[in-house]
């Protein structure tokens, strides 16, 4: 199962990415959570302490792994490189194990983010590749708004491409304009979760402006997930009532592709 989970900054996907997260692991799978948002927030989503995610080195910032894999220093442009380094090891070597759940925390340097074919930029599209592409494990990928770690070749790995939103305008706009992005790269589920629901006139607000996008589930509003945030602590074990509403998502997800 490769789950890509993207939206609105702000909308709710770091906090589905943990719970989904947790209820594979706890259910016995092999699972990988991969945070490929600039704004890492997924490590204290899962339960890692301010100290503990203080001492994470993201691995676009491993300038000399990405040197010895890529025969290029970081930063460099216009030189010669590997355009397929070796990243088979880098799951179990780079990852944090929390609970059963590995963490890979990508990062992204400014090179990457300026769209240019870096020799970081190549070894993380690399990275994500591999891990989407292997068949032994649970693939959970909280993403940045967008899709721009995804390439053609990586898409139609790509089980489920959940997009969250919630009631308003701009988050539904920018799910439509993930879509389009998802059908050009030929995503082949694009699934949208309704995060923060207070009510049924928010469901029937989101899924009038969905454009064909299908609303497998949602999140309530929920005081027990703000508080959660606010003492950095994992919502899976402070909010049971959204836990119960994620694991819904869950089984959407798994009877939507096995249709």
Do not use: W
Not at 24 to 45: F, K
Not at 138 to 166: K, N, P, Q
Not at 190 to 212: Q, Y
């Amino acid at each position: 199962m490769k789950i890509a989970i993207t939206g609105k900054g702000g909308v709710g996907k770091t906090t589905l990415a943990a719970m989904l997260s947790y209820l594979y692991a706890r259910a016995g799978r092999r699972v990988i959570a991969v945070d490929a948002d600039p704004d890492a927030n997924l490590a204290s989503a899962l339960g890692l302490s301010p100290a503990q995610i203080q001492d994470i080195k993201p691995i676009a910032e491993m300038s000399g792994l990405i040197e010895e894999r890529t025969g290029a220093k970081p930063g460099s442009m216009g030189g010669v490189f590997k355009l397929n380094p070796r990243v088979d090891d880098i799951p179990e070597a780079c990852s944090i194990d929390i609970n059963g759940i590995k963490l890979l925390v990508m990062g992204k340097s400014k090179e990457a983010a300026s769209g240019c074919y870096c020799p970081e930029n190549v070894f993380l599209k690399r990275l994500l590749k591999h891990i989407v592409l292997d068949p032994d494990m649970v693939v959970i990928v909280d993403m940045e708004a967008g899709i721009e770690h995804l390439t053609r070749g990586t898409a139609g790995a790509v089980d489920a491409f959940i997009v969250v939103v919630e009631p308003g305008s701009r988050s539904l706009q920018t799910a439509r304009t993930i879509k389009g992005m998802a059908d050009t790269l030929g995503v082949r589920h694009v699934f949208v979760v309704a995060s923060k629901i207070r009510d049924t006139a928010d469901i029937d607000f989101i899924e009038k402006n969905i454009e064909g996008m299908n609303l497998i589930g949602y999140i309530s509003f929920s005081p027990d997930i703000v508080q959660a945030d606010i003492n950095a602590a994992p919502p899976f074990l402070h909010a049971p009532s959204a836990l119960v509403e994620a694991d819904m998502i869950k089984k959407s997800i798994e009877e939507a592709i096995a249709r």
